[in-house]
């Protein structure tokens, strides 16, 4: 009977062994970064009971108890280790509270396996050393009963302290199992407030955080849009400032080609100057001619007005192509230009008229000196036709070189003229191109701004796209984690159920065995009150 005994409470530690086990191995993957089991020494008969033997045997508000079982050859004791330090405060500061925050992360699968092993090794070990225990005490009895020798008395003895050793051991189990499911009541409801908070929490965090990155984004978009603006503003500007320089150029150009003309018009005009004063000269010089001979005077007072003529026509053609040109390179000088034109005509009519007039007077008394040169010329004919003939054949002479110096100098002003005309239609195309080179220089200006405009704009549109993009995802992120802690904390609670059931029905069946025990039903009907109402708050 002893040994039956025995074997039936050996196969019991070694069920509840088992089922504590299997409980330890799949609850491992639930327990927080930094949860470390402690098996105490390695005497096979010194049990630590820091190992957790549920999962939901984690830190919480209440302390927890160290303790010690030591397992004799006649009974089974737990010691209670002293705290060495007093109980904390429920009450922890923001340091300490980012610091279990920072550790609960979830841990990887590789430290889970680890942790499974390395507790699996530990829990293997301690109910190995239970196991070769009672395996030892089994043996023992075996062979006390194999003993004849012993008397009845011990015997009685024996199978009474054999008896009261498993009474012991299992009223002590159940101990355990009622502290355990205590334990893992108080770990529920602390668990189920602390994944509530924890859940409210994260939402006000998560509100707050899109808050605030809702603002961050307002504010740098603002920025960018004013660094926008700004750098558009100061590129209107630059581009301003570039066409009141190229107009200011443009102006001074033609400032300049205005000044280059005058001072050509002032050259034309000391040139002609010169050249009538030369002709005023050479008339005189014909004058005192003339008075000497009168044929003398007729021929060379023809060819002064016929030079007159010519150059009077070259210099009107000279004018009137410079005129058409003026109008053609600038059209705001055109009316400045008629007016000087008008001018000058004026000026030249007046001129002439001038001319005319002195070469009327110049006749009536060239007629009055030619009666009185015919009457000289009569009394002094035949003593000075040797003279004359002489002093003609000088003229001659000096009038055929005085009219190669005039070809001469009609070549090189017509030569000066196809030059200067040759110059100003180069200076025109030049003026010309270089305001195309100008004009296309701030065309391809422009539309360089246009391009790099058009670039900024798609690049601000990227990024603002990006920056969405971004936000989204981080929300899908938040949402699958969320969606994620969610379906833990459900199949976690599903689990506790299942196992608090499990409990249950094990404390049924230990309160049936305690009931057999013999114990008197009064304490019998409270244990089992207080289980069930246990059991029930664990159920709900």
């Known amino acids: 009977m002893a040994a039956a005994t025995a074997g039936t409470g050996s196969r019991s530690l070694r069920a509840g062994g088992s089922s504590r086990r299997s409980l330890l191995a799949r609850r491992l993957q639930l327990s927080p970064p930094g949860f470390q089991s402690v098996t105490g020494s390695s005497n096979p008969i010194v049990i630590s009971q820091d190992v957790p033997k549920h999962p939901r045997d984690l830190p919480s508000l209440k302390p927890k108890l160290k303790t010690i079982r030591i397992i004799t050859k006649d009974l089974i004791r737990d010691l209670i280790i002293p705290q060495e330090k007093p109980q904390p405060c429920l009450i922890i500061g923001k340091k300490e509270y980012e610091k279990i925050k920072e550790s609960a992360g979830s841990p990887t699968e590789e430290e889970r396996w680890d942790r499974l092993k390395t507790l699996k090794a530990r829990q293997d070990a301690a109910f190995e050393a239970l196991k070769k225990a009672q395996s030892e005490e089994l043996r023992k009895a075996e062979l006390q009963n194999e003993r004849e020798d012993l008397s009845d008395l011990e015997e009685e003895k024996e199978q009474w302290e054999r008896q009261k050793l498993l009474q012991r051991a299992m009223r002590m189990r159940l101990e355990q199992e009622e502290e355990m499911r205590e334990l893992t009541s108080l770990f529920l409801n602390s668990k189920c407030n602390m994944i509530r908070d924890k859940q409210i929490l994260e939402k006000r965090m998560i509100r707050k955080e899109l808050a605030e990155e809702e603002k961050r984004l307002d504010k740098m978009m603002e920025m960018e849009w004013e660094k926008g603006v700004a750098v558009q503003e100061e590129l209107e500007r630059q581009r301003k400032q570039e066409m009141m320089r190229a107009r200011q150029d443009l102006v001074k150009q033609m400032e300049q080609n205005a000044e280059k003309r005058a001072l050509r018009d002032e050259e034309k005009y000391q040139e002609g100057q010169k050249l009538l004063e030369c002709l005023e000269h050479m008339k005189k010089e014909d004058r005192k001619a003339w008075e000497q001979k009168q044929e003398r005077h007729r021929q060379i007072h023809a060819e002064i007005q016929y030079f007159n003529t010519e150059s009077q026509r070259l210099k009107d053609e000279q004018r009137e192509r410079e005129r058409l040109e003026d109008e053609r390179v600038l059209e705001q000088q055109r009316q400045k230009a008629e007016r000087e034109a008008a001018l000058e005509a004026e000026q030249e009519q007046l001129r002439l008229e001038k001319e005319k007039e002195l070469a009327r007077l110049r006749a009536a008394q060239e007629r009055a000196r030619d009666w009185q040169a015919e009457r000289d010329a009569l009394m002094a004919k035949r003593s000075q036709e040797a003279a004359d003939r002489e002093w003609r054949r000088q003229e001659l ?98 689990e506790v159920r299942r196992r608090n059931r499990r409990l249950a029905q094990l404390g049924q069946q ?18 089992e009150r207080k289980a069930q109402r246990r059991a029930n708050a664990a159920l709900s």
């Open 397 to 494: 002479e000096n009038a055929r070189k005085k009219v190669e110096l005039e070809q001469q100098l009609r070549r090189d002003q017509l030569e000066q003229v196809a030059q200067k005309e040759q110059y100003l239609a180069m200076q025109v195309e030049q003026d010309r191109q270089e305001f195309q080179r100008v004009l296309r220089a701030h065309q391809e200006q422009l539309q360089r701004e246009k391009l790099q405009r058009e670039q900024r704009e798609l690049q601000q549109r990227a990024h603002a796209e990006d920056l969405r993009r971004q936000i989204q995802e981080l929300r899908q992120q938040r949402e699958r984690e969320r969606a994620a802690f969610i379906e833990e904390g459900r199949q976690q609670e599903q």
């Open 510 to 527: 230990k309160l049936q065995e305690f009931r057999a025990t013999g114990m008197p039903d009064k304490y019998c009907a409270q244990v």
